[in-house]
């Protein structure tokens, strides 16, 4: 099976500048997470969502991230405006009932703010 | 917050010895999962032990779990030098919406 896809793999903005990102979870999948892992930690969940409900969205800092997965299937993470403490990865993953509670990552997009 | 503390931080190795990784965890879990991270796979999940069980183990990888000390182990056997990775615990503590708290993580180097 296609695994999660994530775009752009690479983003360097300056700070106050705005920035999103894209998900594409593996197909079928109807639970999605995004989280942030900054350089030597581990992910930090930011947001979950099941089909296109929010589930969990206790870490994110709601004043300048958004994220929205309309039709239950891609979703979007923006930052707006970016603040040099948001250089990190944004993992996206997915995780389907068939597999239990294995969450299946996608590459990640390293964003470096400026 | 994060849930999972790795113990060592980094660990460095030469080919064929066995790594061992430790995670201590706070509150009571639902299952603890391990999960690799490389530069070329990206974040792949290795391994998940439940609470109700000790001992599991899968190919090389042998995962051990006290709930009594909150605390896990991982075990790589034989190991590669295609096992330098960043290793990760990561705690579901139960609920419908399978959050997963990761740690910090151990770097392991494994040397040809």
């Known amino acids: 099976e296609a695994g999660v896809a994530q775009s752009p793999r690479y983003k360097i903005i300056e700070k106050r500048q705005s920035v999103a990102f894209w998900c594409n979870p593996i197909s079928g999948h109807a639970t999605l997470y995004w989280y942030q892992q900054i350089l030597g930690q581990g992910p930090k969940l930011l947001i979950q969502?099941?089909?296109?409900?929010?589930?969990?969205d206790s870490q994110l800092p709601k004043d300048r991230f958004s994220a929205e997965r309309l039709k239950g299937v891609d979703s979007t993470l923006k930052i707006q405006p970016a603040k040099l403490e948001d250089s990190a990865v944004y993992l996206c993953?997915?995780?389907?009932?068939?597999?239990?509670?294995?969450?299946?990552f996608g590459p990640g997009t390293r964003l470096t703010v400026l | 917050s994060q849930q999972g503390e790795e113990d060592p931080q980094a660990l460095s190795i030469q080919e064929g010895e066995n790594a061992t990784m430790n995670c201590s965890y706070k509150?009571?879990?639902?299952?603890l999962q391990w999960y690799r991270q490389n530069s070329g796979r990206g974040l792949v999940h290795l391994i998940l032990i439940r609470s109700n069980e000790r001992e599991k183990h899968s190919g090389r990888l042998r995962v051990t779990l006290d709930t009594s000390k909150k605390s896990s182990s991982l075990l790589i056997t034989a190991s590669r030098a295609a096992d330098t990775a960043s290793y990760f615990c990561?705690?579901?503590?139960?609920?419908?919406?399978?959050?997963?708290?990761f740690g910090k993580g151990t770097l392991l180097t494994v040397n040809p």
């Open positions: 969502f099941q089909n296109n409900g929010v589930v969990d």
């Open positions: 990561a705690t579901n503590s139960g609920g419908s919406n399978y959050k997963l708290t």
């Open positions: 509150t009571s879990i639902n299952n």
């Open positions: 993953a997915s995780r389907g009932e068939a597999r239990g509670n294995e969450q299946f």
